[in-house]
């Protein structure tokens, strides 16, 4: 399985996974069959709140799931329809979430009614 991490640094597997999808500057991708690590650059880090597209962030990466420690409505919903689990973040880093993820302690993020960010996403 392909799992991707937002982050703010490649340190690998000691990469502190980033607080929002969106506009991490990085992903680190991890390949849990073959252990094989590599990083990429967020492909659409530049645009306006609420308009992320997560499958241009991955340029043309394929994954099979994102862990993260918050996502907005708009790039979860695209991801799900694209067939990609998110799932919360249980971890600091990305070597403990695998970790976890292997013992299946990870809880899959759905779309929900967000509130909060003073207009409406509370993640």
């Known amino acids: 399985m392909k799992i991707c991490f937002p982050v ?13 999808f969106g506009s991490a500057q990085r992903f680190v991708l991890v390949d849990t069959e073959t252990d094989a690590v590599v990083s990429i650059d967020n492909g659409d880090q530049q645009h306006s709140h609420g308009s ?11 994954v099979d799931a994102i862990v993260v420690g ?5 790039a979860l919903n695209m991801l799900n329809r694209a067939g990609v ?7 600091a880093t990305v070597g403990e979430n695998i970790a976890l993820f292997k013992s299946g302690e990870f809880r899959e993020l759905v779309p929900q009614t967000c509130g909060g960010h003073g207009h409406g996403c509370a993640h």
């Open 70 to 74: 918050g996502i907005g409505a708009g």
């Open 8 to 20: 703010t640094a490649n340190q690998g597997l000691a990469s502190s996974v980033f607080d929002h």
């Open 52 to 62: 992320c597209n997560p499958l241009k962030a991955l340029a043309g990466n394929q």
């Open 85 to 91: 689990k998110v799932y919360t973040s249980q971890a």
